[in-house]
């Protein structure tokens, strides 16, 4: 999916025609789940489309660094290739403004949690 992680925010690509940007675009309520060592996590929020410059800019070196040779094309990102789950370029980039995150233990000391965001 090339999602990554940085500076607390959550961030993945999707090419526009693909079902998920087409969803997207017509309601943005989105998860996001990730399997860690001992940990599952699940973000949940609203999926924004991110198209400014200067964002686009410090994504693309944060993507660039894990090994994604991609680059930004106008309010979009390209590359010689991206996950076959993202269709062909370009590809958005959204940002996942998570107001809840769960998370489950599958190992000692074992348990749940869920942090909320935003709300009182």
Known sequence: MGAVWTDGEVYFVSGP??????DLAGRPAASLSVHL???DVVFEGMARRVTDGPTLERLIKVYNDSGWPAEVAGDAFTGPYSAPSAGPPPW????LEY???????GAEPYGATRWRFGTE
Not at 92 to 95: E, P
């Open 92 to 95: 958005y980039l959204y940002r």
């Open 37 to 39: 060592p001992r940990l």
């Open 17 to 22: 025609g693909t079902r998920k940007s087409r």
């Open 99 to 105: 107001d809840a995150v769960y998370a489950v233990a």
